[in-house]
């Protein structure tokens, strides 16, 4: 694995590279074609010089004048070849004496013809340039009734060469210049504001991940990096205040468990010892009230005697239940049953004079795979607590529905009682939390956990001093699921 700081310098260094080449190609291109026009330029100004010697040389009728003048213009080392030919390619005037009278190679004859001027040989490395010389008063009297006189022809070397300028080394140079600077400087810069600050971090966030959440960085720039540095150093505080949070919440969580363990033990312990000797005096105070007459005021004593023993063994009931709770049997089951049945009971009650009951049971509600008896004790716990809230009457509204959604059967008692305040909310459903005298805090709780056994959930709803709403909601499509598979036993509900 390469470092960043090497990818950078070498995507850098390739992007110079390739660009340099590019550019270097298209001015070596431009160059060439501006050095191509001055050496043509050039001939064309030497030629229109020679023709014009000729001419002057040519006039005197002086032939061997031409010749000197032409052997002079030899002499120039861009020249290769000078010569002079007619238009039907006999030469005519050459430096090379042993060619005149002659045929000239035909690519002369039709560059002439194709009214070019200029020709290049690359093989030769030779540029050739043609002047016809035209027939002037002057020349009629040696040459009658032509044209022309005959084509100068010029050979010569290019004057200006792109090697001479050395643009290559030049370009080569800067280049390699240009390179070296470029990646000491790139190397120089991602090293001390990329390298430094990212090491850092991820050795810290490396300490972080061996479980060392006190680790910071010391980052001071005021760039990216810094910002970096600082948002990870205040979630490392973050990190480190929740975790103290969760800590604090565990240990009281840890605590509760325990207490509420050793609750559920001596729970169970005492429910036992409890159960079988108040069955007894139960038993007795019914054989002996059942003699007392009526009118006789210890009726009244040992009426109430039983009331106090039901409210016993309730307790001692819902803490059995409480600490080991039964495996729900569960059937298939009509739930707006047990609510009327349930109602029936609960209307029994002393306290519900006051009281206007109300029910909209929704007709359509398919069977449910519950356990009868477990759903009674829910409903019953939470009527009772309705009936509670309201002692001075009120009204009790008992619904049951399919949700919107149609995936749970609901069922919500809601009454006009006292309500409960927002922070005591979150506590109804804990074991032991109570607001009344002869309560255990634990119907709540129980129905809690029976709806969650039973896969359903349980919510409240409540606003002081207007009343409350509970909901609990069963899920119908695991119920009508199991009644179609025809299961009789199932762990969900
Ligand atoms: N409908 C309600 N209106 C107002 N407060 C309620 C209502 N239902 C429950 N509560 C509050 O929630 C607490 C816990 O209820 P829960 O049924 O668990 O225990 P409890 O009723 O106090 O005791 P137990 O059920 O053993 O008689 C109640 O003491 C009461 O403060
Ligand atoms: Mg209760």
Redesign the pocket.
């Known amino acids: 694995m390469f470092e960043t700081r090497t990818k950078i310098v070498v995507f850098i260094t390739g992007v110079l590279v390739v660009t340099i080449v590019i550019f270097t190609y298209i001015s070596l291109y431009q160059w060439k074609s501006r050095i191509e026009k001055l050496n043509v330029d050039s001939i064309r100004i030497l030629s229109s010089t020679i023709v014009r010697s000729l001419s002057y040389a040519m006039e005197k009728g002086d032939t061997s004048v031409v010749r000197e003048t032409m052997e002079k213009i030899g002499e120039e080392p861009n020249i290769s070849n000078l010569f002079i030919y007619d238009e039907k390619g006999e030469i005519i005037r050459s430096l090379d004496r042993e060619k005149e009278g002659g045929m000239i190679d035909p690519f002369y004859l039709n560059l002439y013809f194709s009214e070019e001027n200029t020709a290049y040989f690359p093989e030769k490395k030779l540029y050739t340039f043609i002047t016809p010389i035209e027939n002037k008063k002057e020349c009629q009297s040696c040459h009658i009734n032509s044209g022309i006189n005959g084509i100068l022809g010029i050979d010569f070397q290019p004057i200006w060469s792109i090697s001479r300028l050395d643009t290559n080394y030049i370009i080569l140079t800067n280049a390699v210049g240009i390179l070296i600077i470029a990646y000491i400087a790139i190397w120089t810069i991602i090293s001390t504001f990329v390298n430094k600050p990212v090491k850092q971090l991820t050795t810290m966030m490396e300490k972080v991940e061996q479980g060392d959440i006190a680790a910071r960085v010391d980052i001071e720039t005021k760039d990216e990096f810094g910002m970096l540095g600082k948002s990870f150093n205040s979630m490392m505080d973050r990190v480190k205040e929740m975790q103290d949070e969760i800590k604090e919440y565990n240990d009281r969580k840890m605590e509760k468990i325990e207490r509420l363990a050793s609750i559920g033990q001596i729970a169970t312990g005492l429910a036992h010892e409890i159960r079988n000797p108040l069955a007894g005096i139960s038993g007795a105070i019914d054989v002996i009230s059942g003699e007392i007459r009526i009118g006789d005021p210890n009726k009244e004593i040992f009426s109430e005697i039983k009331v106090q023993i039901d409210r016993i063994r309730k307790t001692v009931t819902?803490l059995l239940m409480f600490a080991r709770p039964s495996e729900p049997e569960r059937k298939r089951i009509q739930i707006n049953n047990i609510i009327r049945e349930t109602l029936l009971l609960v209307q029994q009650h002393k306290d519900t004079e006051k009281i206007v009951f109300g029910k909209h049971l929704s007709p359509e509600l398919p069977k449910l795979y519950l356990d009868p008896n477990q759903i009674q004790q829910i409903l019953l716990?939470i009527l009772?607590?309705?009936i509670?809230?309201m002692p001075k009457g009120g009204e009790l509204l008992v619904k049951s529905f399919v949700d919107d959604d149609g995936d749970f059967c609901s069922v919500e008692i809601s009454?006009t009682?006292?309500?409960?305040s927002k922070e005591?909310m979150n506590r109804?459903f804990e074991p032991f939390?109570?607001?009344?005298h002869k309560?255990?805090?634990?119907?709540?709780?129980i129905a809690k956990r029976i709806v969650e056994e039973h896969h359903g959930r349980i919510s409240v709803s409540?606003e002081l001093g207007k009343g409350?709403c509970?909901k609990i909601s069963f899920p119908l499509q695991k119920s009508v699921v199991r009644m179609k598979r025809g299961e009789v036993r199932s762990t969900t509900g």
């Open positions: 819902d716990n009772l607590n309705a509670q809230a009454d009682g006292q309500g409960i005591r109804v939390y109570t607001s009344k309560g255990t805090g634990l119907g709540l709780s409540s409350t509970f």
